[in-house]
């Protein structure tokens, strides 16, 4: 019975994680790294018409800042694709931005 309670607090922990909202910083590749940079220009503007796009959930915070979960801030390879789309006017145009 204690290790069913145990396993029942890990999984409810571990789901409520991962549907927590943190800053979503712009991803860029560094070498042959995947690193996160700050946000400039039109950045969180355009990158809320791409995750629009995508159908991606996210927040705006009280400053503006756009708040993704913190399982799609993991995967950096995606968040490169949605950064790279951001700053990229031909698709934001194409796109209907």
Not at 53 to 73: A, C, S
Request: glycine residues 6%.
């Amino acid at each position: 019975m204690v290790r069913i309670v145990f396993f029942l607090i890990i999984i409810i922990g571990a789901s409520c994680t991962s549907k927590e909202y943190v800053e979503l910083k712009p991803v860029i590749l560094s070498g042959d790294q995947l690193v996160e940079t700050e946000p400039a220009g039109n950045f969180y503007g355009n990158v809320k018409h791409v995750l629009d796009f995508y159908n991606v959930p996210y927040k705006v915070d009280e400053h503006g800042v756009v708040l993704i979960t913190r399982e799609l801030r993991a995967d950096r390879d995606l968040l490169r694709n949605y950064t790279n789309k951001a700053n990229d006017p031909e698709w934001m145009e194409m796109n209907g931005q």
